[in-house]
């Protein structure tokens, strides 16, 4: 059983950044793609970026376009994703997922994503 770990979530004033980390402890790292998604409190599940793991293709829902980076660090195992001048309506938990790299997971909230991790949670207050 592949177990994803999310961290680096943290409470943040508006306009501020954090990084988050996907990591795989002891586990394999050769997946098609990890994305990253969120789920505010009484919101549906929301796609924001995802990378391929063998390439250089990296996928951002519009919404996040701009501030939001992923990266994959291989050699530490973790894909990261910075997040920049965040907004109270980023407030929500972040989860990353392995998967397909294409707009279909990004849209539909993570449909055909394989495994996910249990998320971390971010705070943007005003």
């Known amino acids: 059983q592949v177990q994803l770990v999310e961290s680096g979530g943290a409470q943040v004033h508006s306009g501020g950044s954090l990084r988050l980390s996907c990591s795989v402890p002891?586990?394999?790292?050769?997946?098609?793609?990890i994305g990253w998604f969120r789920q505010a409190s009484g919101k549906a599940r929301e796609g924001l970026a995802c990378?391929?793991?063998?390439?250089?293709?990296?996928r951002f829902a519009e919404s996040v376009k701009g501030r939001f980076t992923i990266s994959n660090d291989s050699s530490k195992k973790t894909v990261l994703l910075q997040m920049m001048n965040l907004k109270p309506e980023d407030t929500a938990i972040y989860y990353c997922?392995?998967?397909?790299?294409?707009?279909?997971?990004?849209?539909?909230?993570?449909?055909?994503?394989?495994?996910w991790g249990k998320g971390t949670p971010v705070t943007v207050s005003v």
């Open positions: 990378i391929e793991m063998d390439g250089d293709t990296k």
């Open positions: 997922a392995t998967g397909p790299c294409s707009y279909f997971p990004l849209l539909s909230g993570g449909s055909g994503m394989d495994h």
């Open positions: 002891g586990g394999p790292w050769n997946f098609e793609g």
